[in-house]
C-alpha cells in the first residue's frame, strides 16, 4: 500500500518578490524615458525622477532585470537634474522674463 509512485514532484513557483523586482526596473526604465520629457514641468519631473531612482533600486534586487533597473535610475537621475536646473533657471529668469512681457503688453496697447 505505501509503495512509492513515479509522479513528478511540481516545483513551487516562483516567488512573486522576484516578479514584482522585475516590474519594478521596467518601470524605472519607463520612467526615465518619460521624465526625459517631462523635466520642462520641474513639478512633474522632479516627482517622477524620484520615484523612478526608488523603483531603480528595488528593481536592482532581480539579478536579470539590473541592467534595466540602472537604465532607468541613470534617465531618472538625467531628468532630476534637469528639472532641478529648469525650476532654478525659472527662478532667477522669472521676473525678467516677466518684464520683458509687460513691455510687450505696454507697446501694444493692453
Known sequence: MNEPTN??????????N???N????IASLVLGIINLC??????????????GLVLGYFGMRSPEQKT?????MVLSGIGLLL???N??????LGPQIQD???SINQSLGY
Open 83 to 85: 528639472a532641478c536646473v
Open 22 to 25: 522585475r516590474i519594478m526596473a
Open 38 to 51: 517631462a523635466w520642462f514641468l520641474p513639478i512633474c519631473g522632479a516627482p517622477l525622477a524620484i520615484v
Open 100 to 102: 520683458n512681457f509687460n
Open 87 to 92: 525650476a532654478v533657471a525659472g527662478v532667477f
Open 18 to 20: 522576484n516578479s514584482n
Open 68 to 72: 534595466l533597473a540602472i537604465i532607468g
Open 7 to 16: 509522479t513528478p514532484v511540481s516545483t513551487l513557483p516562483a516567488t512573486s
